[in-house]
T-cell receptor, first 112, second 114 residues
Framework: DQQVKQNSPSLSVQEGRISILNCDYT??????FLWYKKYPAEGPTFLIS?????DKNEDGRFTVFLNKSAKHLSLHIVPSQPGDSAVYFC???????????FGAGTRLTVKP | NAGVTQTPKFQVLKTGQSMTLQCAQD?????MYWYRQDPGMGLRLIYY???????DKGEVPNGYNVSRLNKREFSLRLESAAPSQTSVYFC?????????????FGPGTRLTVT
């Protein structure tokens, strides 16, 4: 069962505009959420995280929003840059459980 | 500081053959993980080692074994490869005992089983 879902396989935005990547989850026990970025032929790299006690976390151009009641989180990138073009994975986990669940990823293309 | 390294980068096996994927990290991390990534799917946890001397099953452990050789190294073994194990395998490590610490990933091993 897919407990973490990224329903948009791809997203294309213009340079300088906002990119919004979405993620939904079904397991209400998840209490920590992460976003990873992946370039071709490389391993994923950590981008930003949020715990369930917060509804927003910001790091430079990247902001993650968490809506627990809707079991939904989103990643905002402002402004988007061509170097942001990559696959973005949403991941979630429950407390001290090491079993992190990943979404299928969204391929972001930022056009110059 | 090489981070997380994986060998080999590519491998082709015939059904029934065995092989070991190697992973090493030089960041003095306690926890290490093995994931597989299949087309259209996210990464799925195969096994993890929260600390030296311990290993636990993840979401998809069947057909695999692991060894935490020491704090630096965590290997994944396929005893009898099957076409369903064709995938890209990623090793990762973290500082802490729980995965919510930032995970550092290796570049991956692309495995094809014919």
């Amino acid at each position: 069962d897919q407990q973490v879902k990224q329903n948009s396989p791809s997203l294309s935005v213009q340079e300088g505009r906002i990119s919004i990547l979405n993620c939904d989850y079904t397991n209400s026990m998840f209490d920590y959420f992460l976003w990873y970025k992946k370039y071709p032929a490389e391993g994923p790299t950590f981008l930003i995280s949020i715990s369930s006690i917060k509804d927003k976390n910001e790091d430079g151009r990247f902001t993650v929003f968490l809506n627990k009641s809707a079991k939904h989180l989103s990643l905002h990138i402002v402004p988007s840059q061509p170097g942001d073009s990559a696959v973005y994975f949403c991941a979630a986990m429950e407390g001290y459980n090491n079993d992190m669940r990943f979404g299928a990823g969204t391929r972001l293309t930022v056009k110059p | 500081n090489a981070g997380v390294t994986q060998t080999p980068k590519f491998q082709v096996l015939k059904t029934g053959q065995s092989m070991t994927l190697q992973c090493a990290q030089d960041m003095n991390h306690n926890s290490m993980y093995w994931y597989r990534q299949d087309p259209g799917m996210g990464l799925r946890l195969i096994y993890y080692s929260a600390s030296e001397g311990t290993t636990d099953k993840g979401e998809v452990p069947n057909g695999y074994n692991v060894s935490r050789l020491n704090k630096r190294e965590f290997s994944l073994r396929l005893e009898s490869a099957a076409p369903s194990q064709t995938s890209v395998y990623f090793c990762a490590s973290t500082h802490g005992g729980q995965a919510y610490y930032e995970q550092y990933f290796g570049p991956g091993t692309r495995l094809t089983v014919t």
